[in-house]
């Protein structure tokens, strides 16, 4: 059991460029999420999708697009990546919404981008 | 706004001793409380939660944590600390609970490192 999934594991970009950043999750979760990590700063959602085909905005979605594929998969794209995108992006997964367990989210190993 | 809040951005502790890690929210009601552990490199874990009842809870690992409604605070402990203990934890809370959205509001994490 994989639970979530996410490539690549590390990424340089130079600015301008784009990429999409792939997660997969096994757990047959309806929630998916996706975070961005900095230094002191801890974990800020910049978008999620509650179930397949809805995705809304999260604390910090500019500059960011997302797709939710299918129940599994979740993608975040960078149109045109800039430094201050530099950071780790994590992707997580929850279950239906509507019992307290649906808030246990599960997290995926990390995405370390850097764009210079 | 919801907002939860790790004072302590660093701890050294030595190996054997006692952890306690401090965590408070703001929030009008009593709201689903969460602690996560972060190794090097790696995704988020979750360590423990708190979604009503006893307001002392176990966790993995050897942790614990105590909800005090009064204090608005989650702190998380632990009796005697093991060097692989050493990560950084993070606090975070549900700020809107049996809706269709299960969002949680991350602390800003705290490091700990661990002293032979």
């Known amino acids: 059991n994989a639970g979530v999934t996410q490539t690549p594991k590390f990424q340089v970009l130079k600015t301008g460029q784009s990429m999409t950043l792939q997660c997969a999750q096994d757990m047959n979760h309806n929630s998916m999420y996706w975070y961005r990590q900095d230094p002191g700063m801890g974990l800020r959602l910049i978008y999620y999708s509650a179930s397949e085909g809805t995705t809304d905005k999260g604390e910090v979605p500019n500059g960011y697009n997302v797709s939710r594929l299918n129940k599994r998969e979740f993608s975040l794209r960078l149109e045109s990546a800039a430094p201050s995108q530099t950071s780790v992006y994590f992707c997580a997964s929850s279950e239906v919404a509507g019992t307290p367990s649906s808030y246990e989210q599960y997290f995926g190993p990390g995405t370390r981008l850097t764009v210079t | ?116």
């Open chain 2, 1 to 116: 706004a919801q907002s939860v809040t790790q004072p302590d951005i660093h701890i050294t502790v030595s190996e054997g001793a006692s952890l306690e890690l401090r965590c408070n929210y703001s929030y009008g009601a009593t709201p689903y409380l969460f602690w996560y552990v972060q190794s090097p490199g790696q995704g988020l874990q979750l360590l423990l939660k708190y979604f009503s009842g006893d307001t002392l809870v176990q966790g993995i690992k050897g942790f614990e944590a105590e909800f005090k409604r009064s204090q608005s605070s989650f702190n998380l402990r632990k009796p005697s600390v093991h060097w692989s203990d050493a990560a950084e934890y993070f606090c975070a809370v549900a700020p809107n609970y049996g809706g269709a959205t299960n969002k949680l509001i991350f602390g800003t994490g705290t490091l700990l490192a661990v002293q032979p």
